[in-house]
């Protein structure tokens, strides 16, 4: 009993010491340290490689992870363009690498990759078919960095550009194509998500919203670039009323999630916004004049990933779209707590269905281990 009350008083008299401490962890490194030990790859068939590779002429930067290298290649290609998915990659990505050996590619002009050339020489070469042609040697060199005669691609948002380009000209490259917040009739996307947003904003008689809303008009209209500054304007507006990602306003916890990636450095944190900028202001607003609807036909399995609530890229339009694209399997998730940022807002959904419908097309062509 004795006993028992000397521990009791050395709890009692030790707990405001410990309560002024701070817990664990106090920096970024230790924050980062954590996480990158508790994703470690430890399985003994694992690859866990971050590695610049040579391509189009400039150093660009892959994470490659994995728990079973004879497992199926999946390319991921980030939106934005330049809003890179490897630095928030260890939220949503971990469960994918026990079934996928999965490739996070920062692309020309972003992330890390923006960070390991000189933007004057790379600026003249921030085009979409330059970006195309990056795509096609990044997927020839998986190929032959693993053996593969295909591979999954699946693009996000700009990066579903990219994607449905590499899904058109090299089918035989591909296992299937995988979309998520699928860009359509671009112009027509923007017009949407811009009424949308105009009547968010008015049934909250948010007069503020209103007005910079209604000074844009006519938004969008025929194949003229939306100037970046209106553009941005709108999608201030459209953020905030959860057309980005559902129920909350704007990208905060997202973006806030960068800074935990254990595979960026401070220095590629700090950067991470000016290669974003560089991006947009090389490649956006062009590619918002595009109708990619226009495709009818692809030569390889399709899958889109929907937000069922995405004025950002939207979403009803790409489910219109995909009901007229002939393929020779296709299918259509609905994401329904989701909006543009499906593997975010809906990890475990995404997990499953990647590993119920999309990997059996892998295991089929005994590109699987069993």
């Known amino acids: 009993m004795k006993m028992l009350l000397s521990l009791l008083l050395i709890a009692v008299s030790s707990a405001p010491v410990m309560a002024s401490t701070p817990p664990a962890p106090t920096s970024r490194e230790a924050a980062t340290t954590?996480?990158?030990?508790?994703?470690?790859?430890?399985?003994?068939?694992?690859?866990?490689?971050?590695?610049?590779?040579?391509?189009?002429?400039?150093?660009?930067?892959?994470?490659?992870?994995?728990?079973?290298?004879?497992?199926?290649?999946?390319?991921?290609l980030h939106g934005g363009p330049g809003w890179v998915a490897m630095p928030t990659s260890w939220y949503f990505q971990r469960g994918w690498e026990e079934y996928f050996t999965v490739v996070q590619w920062d692309q020309r002009g972003a992330g890390k990759t923006y960070a390991a050339s000189d933007p004057a020489t790379v600026a003249p070469t921030m085009t979409r078919e330059r970006m195309i042609a990056d795509s096609e040697a990044m997927v020839a060199w998986l190929r032959s960095e693993f053996g593969k005669d295909k591979i999954f691609v699946l693009g996000h948002s700009w990066g579903s550009y990219l994607g449905l380009e590499l899904a058109q000209r090299h089918?035989?490259?591909?296992?299937?194509?995988?979309?998520?917040?699928?860009?359509?009739?671009?112009?027509?996307?923007?017009?949407?998500?811009?009424?949308?947003?105009?009547?968010?904003?008015?049934?909250?008689?948010?007069?503020?919203?209103?007005?910079?809303?209604?000074?844009?008009?006519?938004?969008?209209?025929?194949?003229?670039?939306?100037?970046?500054?209106?553009?941005?304007?709108?999608?201030?507006?459209?953020?905030?009323?959860?057309?980005m990602v559902h129920n909350r306003r704007g990208g905060?916890?997202?973006?806030?999630?960068?800074?935990?990636?254990?595979?960026?450095?401070?220095?590629?944190?700090?950067?991470?916004?000016?290669?974003?900028?560089?991006?947009?202001?090389?490649?956006?607003?062009?590619?918002?004049?595009?109708?990619?609807s226009t495709v009818r036909e692809l030569k390889t399995p399709?899958?889109?990933?929907?937000?069922?609530?995405?004025?950002?890229?939207?979403?009803?339009l790409a489910a219109q779209w995909f009901q007229s694209v002939k393929a020779p399997s296709k299918q259509l998730v609905w994401f329904e707590q989701s909006a543009h940022e499906v593997m975010i807002e809906e990890p475990g959904k995404t997990l499953l269905t990647l590993v119920q419908q999309v990997r059996p097309i892998a295991e089929r062509a005994g590109d699987a281990p069993r």
């Open 34 to 76: 954590i996480i990158a030990n508790l994703r470690k790859v430890v399985a003994d068939q694992g690859v866990e490689r971050l590695e610049k590779v040579r391509i189009g002429g400039i150093d660009q930067w892959v994470s490659i992870r994995g728990s079973d290298r004879r497992n199926p290649v999946l390319l991921m």
């Open 302 to 316: 399709l899958f889109l990933f929907e937000g069922r609530h995405d004025h950002n890229v939207s979403s009803e």
């Open 171 to 243: 089918p035989e490259w591909l296992h299937a194509y995988i979309g998520i917040g699928q860009i359509s009739n671009a112009p027509e996307s923007e017009r949407r998500g811009w009424a949308w947003t105009l009547q968010q904003a008015m049934a909250d008689g948010n007069a503020e919203a209103v007005a910079e809303l209604q000074a844009l008009a006519p938004y969008a209209q025929g194949r003229t670039p939306v100037p970046l500054e209106s553009l941005f304007k709108q999608r201030k507006w459209l953020n905030y009323y959860g057309g």
């Open 252 to 292: 905060d916890a997202e973006a806030a999630a960068i800074k935990l990636s254990p595979e960026y450095t401070d220095e590629d944190v700090a950067g991470i916004w000016k290669g974003n900028d560089f991006s947009m202001q090389h490649l956006l607003g062009e590619v918002l004049t595009l109708d990619m």
